[in-house]
């Protein structure tokens, strides 16, 4: 973990004196190092075998802040969880990292650039790591600064530094909510450590371990970009598209998950909260896949397709099943990492043309980009055997299972129709930008360079192959490895198991459906005229706007009015006003010095009368 | 032997005398010479009371006043002399320098 | 050990009399050393106090007016401690800043500067109510000329302001001071303005009421506390460099200091029943000028509204009446010392290039001044209180006092935590982002050495407080437990954890 904060500190500080290819690899070996690492952490715990991987390794590092009955220890925690999440965050980050020599190659600020990625690949992975809560969300909120740092790097353009501070503050909302949830579970449990917490959290009172879970879900909105806080990730879009995939699909989105699983034990106990939870992912599943059907911006595309699916762990984590939201989470990095990746290469060849309407007919040109776009898609359609498929069907079964136990089957039926959306929707994207004649004559696109295209590759491999690591076939590797330590069920007596063969095949057929709707809706590269329905999907459900219209215009106006009329007005004017009186006084009393002097002994001569003549009568 | 009350009746006459000459005169050397009257007038009731009483510190007193009167001449001649040296007058009412 | 460090700089002003004013860079060198100087002796006085005690400690005494009972005493404990280190940090910082811009009546800037830096150490150490006062006062004189003689266009209606409205509050200070001693001849038998006497007293809660009242108001427009606060934007705006960031680092932490200071002390029952009141009022300063700060055209009068809604926290801190409140104030006044101070410097920096204050004067800075964006970068998230820097401590801290006494009271104080970020990354992205807009773009240079120096310092501070907080808070600790303990609260906060 310390290896890219050394590469950020270098290239921060040096970075410019470095030569740029120096810049770059030099944080590409950092993260590659944390890997090699994690990896190797991993290995020296395996041997213990599977069934101690419950087990949590706890690295004291200082005694951080103390104030009366208050200890923060900054800790680590090595467990099967936090090594997962450790694996896929530099894993993955190590891929784009290699890529983003290749993309950012032009760029003349390139040191500025992987001090902030290599900041963030640090702050990523003290999150996963970290073994207390507080140390946890410093990881939490620098990974926050880091996306605002990243999406305003080209801050020259308005857009980008104006979605830059949209996503800081969309996440700071959530944070405030964390920040509660912290207090609460202080001062009922008298610690923030992770481990304490899980044990302790059972034996809160209900009430209390709800408002805590919601507070924290809240926070987890915020950064996972749910409903209601989701506004700021399609805007994070205008960062460079390395970002997009590493920090907006793969890693930081993901941290809201990690955390439930994290707290899982104080989640797991609290069913309101845990209701909450799976309601709000399987409307905001429902809700980004059906923005993302009239999308153009292709990457804007990816961004609410990755809330949808970040929607769908959340159903997992409220059905129960933490372990199969990890599960989806490590393919989405995989598979989302790979679009965007995709998306970029496509930036780079059209010369930042992004808009699919302007694009088309890349297939030819782009072939290798054309094939891993193609896997990406029918890995998050949710096709066997690709990766999405397992993670998908399991949060699916899961979630119907859900609906027997409870009754509950609306994350059901949402995520079930969401599947065809997305299918659709993918569909769509690639349609649009690969299939036809291409739309614009003018650019003469070329394939990327090696840099960008092996970790393509790679993470194509990956999106092929990395369902077995959660497949029923291949003996569900990573559900065994994660079982013991996370998703206790306490209490939830027998869980009927729904037929799995049936609801296999209703999602693979669900999942072909939308490819074939998609296949025929758009052939001819056009969308079907919906009218008002496609306005109101183009405007985001109108979302956006309406919190320009109730929060944030009259925020504006709410601090213009306070700056105005009542603080120089009423505050400051009442001040003043005490000052202009007292003038005024003066200015009356300033008649009496006539300036001549008889007037002035006169008034000594009457004033001494009034004394002795007072004395004398009384 | 002149009774006491007779002492006092003077002056008490002295000091209005000079009061009134404060209030009603303009011209800064008359103003003085008739603060110099109230001043001599108190000095007069102070002997008086002194021989009355049999003390002497009413005499005391005399003397302190005749001190501090002689000061106040010095200082107060000074300061009409150079008034009318930048003015060219002494009439107090066209020194309003203090005016509000 | 104590008077030392009170009238070192004020020796050095001396010193500093009897130089040529021509040699310019020998004044500033000179003044520099003084302030220098000072700093070396609050680093030794930090490294030999002794944090377990909760007591004052290097205590010295001398009679001054006996038949008055009015002595010279000062003692230094953990609060007054870390505002000492404070403000001998802060000072050789903001002479150093303000090298480049103040170059008229060099030497007499030089003097009032150091001349402050003695009054303000005094009334950190003072023990005696009398000359506590005295030193309060003599503060406001220095700092009135730094104003009326170094600052803007306006300075002399913001100079007169500064000097009117805060003399007139701590009048009745005086008035109160003066009750206290009368009280004292009944109640002790003695004539005495010693606080550790004083505090012997047990004033029916009634009179501790007024007494408060009088003393509290003199702090709150110190401090500023809502809507005490309109002098500040203006003495803030109009100040110079340095004394913006003296202001705002120093100046306000002598009303919070006031309040630690005498309100547990001497009026524990008043304390107690005006907390909610206290707290309230902070609130609404936090809500209040984080929403006129987004307001604000004039960068400089953003920052000033920023610290109405920083010293919110610290009262709300100091309200919650816990032990991680207290200690949260403490550290936040610090940060905000440090924090705002830096932006006041930065303000400062970009003033000496383009002669304007105005937001929309700017934008696209960073692409010019790329360092300067780094330093300004780090700083703003210190003031939003990230993670890692020194302005989470404090928030965090204050926020969880504030969660226990009432949960409330830290739902509505986050709500600052998320608007201190939209109005400080609203005029980040203001000046720094976005296409160039300057008058004079080729007057845009980057940091100098000298800046590059001040910052650093600055920098490595909020780093360090950041990360290793206990150096402060470890200091603090008994004593803010002494003090706490005064209020007879119940137990449960009062319980220390030892650690594991």
Same mark, same amino acid.
């Given at each position: 973990m310390v290896w890219p904060l050394l590469g950020w500190l270098t290239n921060g500080l040096i970075g410019r004196r470095l030569s740029r290819a120096l810049a770059g690899e030099l944080a590409c070996v950092t993260v590659a190092a944390s890997f090699v690492s994690a990896l190797g952490v991993l290995l020296a715990v395996r041997p213990a075998g599977?069934?101690?991987?419950?087990v949590s390794i706890v690295i004291p590092l200082f005694r951080w802040l103390g104030a009366g009955d208050l200890w923060i220890d900054a800790s680590l925690i090595i467990d099967a969880l936090s090594l997962v999440m450790a694996l896929v965050v530099s894993g993955v980050g190590f891929l784009i990292h290699v890529y983003s020599l290749g993309y950012m190659a @032009?760029? *003349?600020d390139l040191p500025r650039y992987f001090a902030y990625l290599n900041l963030f690949m640090f702050a990523m992975l003290l999150l996963v790591l970290a073994g207390n809560l507080l140390v946890l969300f410093i990881g939490w909120e620098l990974v926050g600064v880091c996306s605002y740092l990243l999406i305003g790097?080209?801050?020259?353009?308005p857009a980008a530094a104006t979605a830059g501070r949209k996503a800081f503050i969309v996440n700071r909302i959530g944070d405030a909510a964390f920040l509660l949830g912290l207090f609460l579970l202080f001062t009922q449990l008298?610690?923030? @450590?992770i481990l304490q917490i899980r044990d302790g959290a059972? !034996?809160?009172p209900e009430g209390v371990r709800t408002l805590a879970a919601l507070l924290l879900f809240a926070g987890a909105t915020g950064k996972s970009a749910q409903?209601?806080? !989701?506004?700021w990730l399609p805007d994070?879009?205008? =960062?460079?598209t390395p970002v997009s995939a590493l920090i !907006?699909?793969?890693t930081m989105v993901t941290a809201g998950v990690f955390l439930i699983a994290r707290l899982d034990r104080l989640f797991l106990t609290a069913p309101v909260a845990l209701f909450v939870v799976g309601i709000v992912g399987a409307l905001t599943a429902f809700f980004a896949a059906t923005v993302a059907l009239r999308q153009y911006d292709l990457k804007r595309v990816l961004a609410y397709s990755t809330i949808s699916q970040l929607g769908y762990m959340f159903v997992a984590m409220g059905a129960l099943a933490p372990v199969a939201g990890i599960f989806h989470l490590v393919t989405q990095a995989f598979f989302k990492a790979l679009l965007f990746l995709a998306a970029g290469s496509v930036m780079h060849a059209m010369h930042d043309v992004i808009d699919m309407r302007r694009l088309g007919g890349l297939a030819r040109p782009l072939r290798w980009t054309a094939g891993g776009f193609l896997i990406g898609v029918l890995a998050i359609a949710g096709v *066997? *055997?690709?990766a999405g498929f397992f993670s998908k069907d399991l949060i699916l079964e899961e979630a119907f299972a859900l609906g027997l136990s409870t009754g509950n089957f609306l994350p059901y039926a949402l995520a079930l129709v969401t599947a065809f959306v997305t299918a659709l929707y993918m569909t769509r994207a690639a349609m649009l930008t690969f299939? $036809?004649?291409?739309?614009?004559?003018?650019a003469h696109p070329h394939e990327a360079p090696p840099s960008m295209l092996v970790p393509m590759t790679a993470l194509a491999a990956l999106s092929v192959g990395g369902g077995l690591l959660g497949a029923r076939v291949a003996g569900e590797p990573l559900v065994e490895f994660l079982a013991p330590l996370i =998703?206790?069920?306490? =209490?939830? $007596?027998?869980v009927v198991h729904p037929p799995a063969g049936l609801l296999v095949g209703i999602s693979i057929a669900v999942a072909l459906a939308g490819i074939v709707a998609g296949i025929a809706v758009h052939r001819g590269r056009r969308d079907p005229a919906l009218g008002a329905i496609a306005a109101f999907l183009e405007r985001r459900w109108y979302i956006d706007d309406l919190y320009d219209a109730v929060i944030v215009a009259p925020g504006r106006a709410l601090a213009r009015w306070l700056a105005g009329p009542v603080d120089l007005g009423i505050i400051d004017g009442a001040v003043n006003a005490v000052g202009r009186v007292l003038a005024a006084v003066g200015r009356a009393a300033?008649?009496?010095?006539? $300036?001549?002097a008889r007037q002035y002994a006169l008034g000594v001569l009457v004033g001494t009368l009034i004394i002795v003549g007072y004395w004398m009568l009384r | 032997m002149v009774p006491a009350p007779a002492y006092l009746a003077l002056s008490a006459v002295l000091f209005t005398l000079g009061a009134v000459g404060v209030l009603v005169r303009r011209n800064a050397l008359i103003i003085f010479m008739a603060v110099e009257l109230m001043l001599n007038s108190v000095n007069l009731a102070f002997v008086t009371f002194a021989r009355q009483h049999g003390s002497i510190d009413g005499q005391v007193a005399v003397f302190f006043v005749l001190v501090v009167a002689a000061v106040e001449v010095v200082v107060g001649l000074a300061l009409i002399v150079d008034i009318f040296r930048s003015r060219e007058t002494v009439d107090i009412d066209d020194v309003d320098l203090l005016r509000g | 050990m104590l008077s030392l460090l009170i009238f070192l700089p004020l020796a050095g002003a001396v010193l500093l009399a009897?130089?040529?004013?021509?040699?310019q860079a020998a004044i500033r060198w000179a003044g520099l050393a003084a302030s220098l100087a000072t700093l070396l002796v609050a680093a030794r006085l930090f490294q030999i106090?002794?944090?377990? #005690?909760?007591d004052m400690q290097f205590v010295a005494h001398a009679t001054w007016v006996p038949t008055l009972g009015i002595g010279y005493a000062v003692g230094v404990d953990g609060i007054s401690l870390v505002l000492v280190g404070l403000t001998a940090v802060i000072f050789p910082l903001a002479l150093l800043g303000s090298w480049g811009s103040i170059t008229e009546r060099l030497k007499a800037f030089t003097m009032s500067m150091l001349g402050l830096e003695t009054a303000i150490l005094g009334t950190f150490l003072s023990l005696d109510l009398i000359l506590f006062y005295v030193f309060w006062e003599a503060v406001l004189i220095p700092m009135a000329f730094l104003i009326g003689l170094w600052? #803007?266009?306006n300075r002399r209606y913001a100079a007169l302001k500064f000097f009117l409205y805060t003399m007139a509050a701590s009048v009745l200070m005086l008035v109160a001071i003066i009750a206290l001693h009368v009280i004292a001849i009944d109640g002790l038998g003695e004539r005495t303005f010693d606080l550790a006497r004083l505090a012997t007293l047990s004033l029916p809660p009634e009179v501790q009421g007024w007494l408060f009242a009088a003393f509290a108001l003199a702090f709150a427009v110190k401090v500023p506390i809502w809507p005490l606060h309109t002098w500040l934007p203006d003495a803030h705006t109009e100040a110079p460099t340095a004394g913006s960031v003296i202001l705002a680092a120093i100046l306000l932490k002598l009303g919070t200091y006031g309040f630690i200071r005498f309100g547990p002390t001497l009026f524990p029952d008043a304390l107690l029943a005006a907390a909610p009141l206290l707290a309230a009022l902070a609130i609404i300063g936090i809500l209040y000028g984080a929403l006129v700060s987004w307001a604000q055209t004039d960068l400089k009068r953003l920052v000033a509204f920023s610290s109405v809604s920083h010293l919110g926290f610290v009262m709300l801190g100091l309200a919650a009446l816990n032990v991680q409140g207290f200690q949260g104030g403490l550290i936040q006044m610090i940060n905000h010392g440090i924090s705002t101070g830096a932006l006041f410097l930065i303000v400062g920096v970009l003033y000496e290039r383009t002669h304007s204050r105005l937001?929309?004067?700017?934008?696209?800075?960073a692409a010019r001044m790329p360092r300067f964006a780094a330093v300004f970068t780090v700083v703003m998230l210190s003031s939003a209180a990230?993670?890692?820097?020194n302005g989470f401590v404090g928030e965090f801290l204050i926020l969880l006092g504030a969660f226990r006494t009432s949960a409330w009271w830290a739902a509505l104080g986050a709500g600052g935590v998320i608007l201190s970020v939209v109005y400080l990354l609203w005029a980040y992205q203001q000046v720094m982002h976005g296409p160039l807009v300057a008058k004079?773009?080729?007057?845009?240079v980057d940091l100098t050495r000298r800046e590059l120096a001040v910052f650093a310092a600055i920098i490595v501070m909020i780093f360090a407080v950041g990360l290793y907080p206990r150096v402060l808070l470890d200091r603090s600790e008994a004593t803010v437990n002494a003090v706490l303990a005064?209020?007879?609260?119940?137990a449960a906060t009062a319980v220390t954890v030892s650690p594991r």
């Open positions: 599977a069934t101690d991987a419950a @032009d760029d *003349p790097y080209w801050f020259a353009r008298r610690t923030l @450590d059972p !034996h809160l409903l209601p806080l !989701h506004v994070a879009m205008e =960062g460079p !907006h699909a793969a *066997p *055997p690709f299939s $036809g004649r291409p739309a614009e004559a003018a =998703g206790v069920k306490a =209490g939830e $007596g027998a300033r008649r009496l010095q006539t $300036g001549y | - | 009897l130089l040529p004013r021509e040699r106090f002794n944090p377990a #005690s909760g600052g #803007s266009e937001i929309a004067d700017y934008g696209g800075v990230l993670p890692g820097t004079h773009p080729d007057r845009l005064r209020l007879q609260r119940p």
